[in-house]
Structure formats: C-alpha cells, structure tokens
C-alpha cells in the first residue's frame, strides 16, 4: 500500500515538475494520450469564455472532444491538431457523429507547426514542460486578447488570470498580454 502510494506521488512529481527534456510516447509525440472528463471540459468552456464568435484551438486534440463540445455547447468553430493519426481518424468521426463536422476540421500534424494566428481561444492539455516550450510560440502567433486554457499544467512564471479546480484536477486560463512578442523574442534569445 505504502509502496503504491510513493510511486504514484513519484509519477505525480515526475509529471509537474517534468524538466525540459524531450521524451519519446511513440505515435503520441510529446505526450501520452489522456481524454480530458466532460466537467473539466465544461470549466475550460467557462474559464476560456467560449461563445459562438469564438475559434477554439485544441493543439493535441485527441479524439477531438473539446473543439467538439466547443462547436456543440457553445455554437463556436474549432480546429484540432494531433500527431497522431488514429486520433484524427476518431475525431473526424466523432465530429460527424456529433453534428457538427461543418463548424470544426482536424489536421494531423505537429503542435510546434501549427498555424494558430487565427485562434480566439486555444486548450492545452499537454504537459508542464510541452507548455513552456510551447510558451514563446504562444506569444509569437496569437493575437492580444486570446485566452489560452490549460487543463493541469502551468506556464512557469507566466501567472494565470485564474485557476479553478475540478474534482482535484486544475484548469487555468492566460490572456495572451499586448507585449507578447517581446517576451517571445526576450525568451528566444536568451536561451540562445
Ligand atoms: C493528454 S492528450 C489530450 C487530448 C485532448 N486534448 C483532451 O484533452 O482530451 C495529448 C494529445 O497530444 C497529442 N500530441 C502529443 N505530442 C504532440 C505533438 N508534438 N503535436 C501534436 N499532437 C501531439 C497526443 O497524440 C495526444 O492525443
């Protein structure tokens, strides 16, 4: 028992506090693929303010459920990025079965690549050191206003808007600032 529950805290620990380190999940790419429950979906759609004017991007979208419940609940179009094939497939599927294949489109591709200038909002659920690689593209491509909404991992030192928590799991929000590209290009060359 005593032995469980220090390997789960060690697993915990390793997840949050995962250093910027590239790390194989196969056809996953960055990181593993865990599906978001509906009620964390549900805060992220209350947190990121998703209405019908929104774009929300999901960069690794899984099986697409929250660009899908995005278009469905809140009447917004979205776009999904994956790595990974099979995901695409089932989201591209679950969309249709949805109904709403018309409101929202999935690109197999890598998240670093991903043309997200247009997003209103963008979803994350990767992990702590995914979002801090992803950090300086965020402020580089998205315009001043977008909320980006973060399910269990955190930014650094950017501090969120806010945070809530569901059933133990956490949710923040970031409003990307209006001196975003120079905190990209302070953050680009000092890791030169
Ligand atoms: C934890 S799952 C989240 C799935 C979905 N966003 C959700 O919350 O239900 C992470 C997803 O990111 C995808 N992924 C990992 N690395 C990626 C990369 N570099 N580019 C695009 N997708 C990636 C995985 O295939 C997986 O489906």
Aim: charged letters at 25%.
């Amino acid at each position: 028992m005593r032995i469980r529950l220090g390997l789960r805290l060690t697993c915990l620990m390793l997840l949050t506090t995962a250093p910027v380190v590239a790390q194989d999940y196969g056809a996953s790419g960055d990181v593993p693929y865990a599906p978001t429950p509906p009620e964390v979906i549900d805060a992220m759609m209350e947190l990121g303010r998703v209405d019908s004017t929104d774009l929300v991007y999901d960069l690794g979208c899984g099986d697409g459920r929250i660009v899908i419940a995005a278009a469905r609940d809140r009447g917004a179009r979205g776009v999904g990025y994956d790595i990974n094939p099979e995901r695409i497939e089932e989201a591209t599927a679950n969309a249709k079965e949805a109904g709403v294949q018309d409101r929202v489109r999935f690109v197999e591709g890598n998240l670093f690549d991903a043309d997200i200038g247009e997003a209103s909002v963008v979803v994350l659920y990767l992990l702590t050191s995914v979002n801090l690689e992803l950090r300086p593209k965020l402020w580089q491509d998205l315009k001043p206003g977008t909320r980006v909404v973060s399910h269990l991992f955190g930014m650094g030192d950017w501090e969120p808007d806010k945070e809530v928590n569901i059933r133990g799991r956490r949710v923040f929000v970031w409003t990307i600032p209006e001196d975003a590209a120079e905190r990209a290009e302070a953050e680009l060359s000092a890791a030169q």
